[in-house]
């Protein structure tokens, strides 16, 4: 509706001051949505402030636009207008960033490599098309820099926008609706980039309604009841290769020699260092991203999927190496094989999901008794694996019997408000006593039923 009748009373020439308040209300409802959702939500309140205060740049630039319009009759370039234009990129990309920051605490590798795969390739797009063509006509340093400015505020939204959208983290309403706010303004500001250099810009032309639409996109963002899911943590630390995503990756690696070749088709002159430059720096990153994947896959093929522990093939493989180096260097090493006492009674009682906390928690627990590089697996359903590289007969009893207590000193909770207690009985075996890696296993197996059958929640050492 407020996109309507600004058209209607810029065709009809009408009431100037009306049609800068429809233009103007857009980034106002913006940056209104974002503090009242700050007033509302203490969560959000920081990143909320932020992009109120990059709305707030943009409604203040638009009213000194038309003021000095009024004033001057024709605004001069640069102005002071574009101070708050320039200034509103920067608020905005901070703005994101502080999501992004929020849904992904850690190092997220993949998606930042993503993003930058994204990033080089419209980086050299705008470079190509919007940069240099800006320097080629502008005169004066200050406006040459001010010209080049906007396409790089875009290319830096773009950066941000391409981290958070392909980045890890919940998928939500508010986040499609940031992306279409997104795509509107490259999509406008590019656009307007390219008429004012070929001169076939006009005011009151389609992009306004494509801006205004844009910040009504994000003020339905903010103000959607899926808002605070923008915010909430990963659980995942790298996002899925799909074949979305892979799609967008591969478009985005093949803009800069696509363009090179539409461009001498044409018979133009592209910036060949540019696009070499981009190139080569496309390589790399898809490169560095296929890496990641091959090493996300080795990860995932010998990880347990829910407790993060090391699968049983990876634990018996390691075991069999660490067996042979002990037997050649004479150095001990210690086995322990844990079995969590009655788990079935367990998962009759609170159910799967129950069980499931109980082996997440004992992990847990085992991480922090253990001693620094010594390896945890899971072995089987319930059965954990310790391999103590170094570890006398006698150490390897304190690590074990260090693990009975501390897995048994608290109750875990199952469920809210509902709490079990948790024991385990261990078997424990080492070399030099035995140098055959069957053997070491069998004589630990056997170690652990002899702790079981003598009552559980105890130490058993191999005979």
Request: proline share 5%; charged share 15%; with cysteine.
């Amino acid at each position: 509706m407020v996109i309507a009748v600004y058209y209607w009373l810029a065709a009809h020439d009408l009431w100037p001051g009306a049609q800068v308040a429809l233009y103007v209300s857009a980034n106002g409802g913006f940056a209104a949505a974002c503090l009242v959702v700050a007033a509302r939500n203490r969560d959000l309140r920081p990143v909320m402030l932020m992009l109120a205060v990059a709305a707030g740049f943009g409604v203040a630039s638009d009213l000194l636009f038309y003021i000095l319009a009024l004033v001057y009759d024709e605004v001069a370039y640069p102005s002071i207008a574009d101070v708050g234009y320039l200034a509103a990129y920067v608020m905005m990309a901070a703005g994101l960033l502080m999501i992004v920051r929020r849904r992904t605490p850690g190092w997220d590798g993949a998606s930042g490599i993503d993003a930058a795969i994204v990033a080089v390739g419209a980086g050299y797009l705008t470079y190509e098309f919007l940069v240099a063509p800006t320097i080629d006509v502008t005169s004066g340093n200050l406006t040459t820099l001010v010209s080049v400015a906007y396409p790089l505020g875009d290319l830096m939204l773009m950066m941000v926008g391409a981290r958070l959208v392909l980045g890890a983290g919940p998928r939500s309403p508010s986040l499609y609706l940031i992306a279409g706010y997104l795509a509107c303004c490259l999509y406008a500001d590019t656009a307007y980039t390219i008429q004012s250099l070929n001169g076939t810009y006009q005011p009151a032309n389609y992009l306004d309604a494509i801006w205004i639409a844009g910040s009504y996109l994000f003020a339905a963002a903010v103000l959607h009841p899926s808002a605070a899911k923008m915010i909430a943590p990963s659980q995942v630390t790298t996002p899925d290769a799909t074949p979305a995503r892979l799609t967008v990756l591969a478009i985005a690696a093949i803009t800069a020699p696509t363009s090179l070749l539409v461009q001498y088709a044409r018979g133009g002159e592209p910036h060949v260092i540019a696009a070499g430059i981009a190139c080569n720096a496309l390589f790399l990153l898809v490169l560095a991203r296929m890496a990641g994947l091959v090493r996300a896959q080795r990860l995932a093929a010998i990880t347990d999927g829910l407790t993060g522990l090391r699968s049983r093939r990876y634990f018996e493989e390691t075991l069999r190496h660490a067996v042979e180096r002990a037997g050649r260097h004479g150095e001990p090493l210690g086995l322990l094989l844990l079995d969590i006492d009655h788990f079935k009674r367990v998962n009759d009682t609170y159910g799967h999901g129950g069980g499931d906390r109980v082996l997440i928690e004992v992990t847990h627990r085992l991480s922090q008794l253990v001693r620094p590089g010594d390896l945890a697996a899971r072995y089987g359903g319930e059965e954990f694996a310790m391999l103590l590289p170094g570890a006398t007969p006698e150490e390897t009893m304190e690590v074990a019997e260090r693990i009975r207590r501390g897995v048994s000193a608290a109750p875990i909770a199952v469920s809210d408000g509902v709490l079990c207690n948790a024991t385990v009985s261990i078997g424990a075996a080492g070399v030099p006593a035995l140098r055959d890696v069957e053997e070491l296993v069998l004589a630990a197996d056997r170690a652990l039923y002899a702790a079981k059958n003598a009552g559980r929640d105890r130490v058993a050492a191999a005979a």
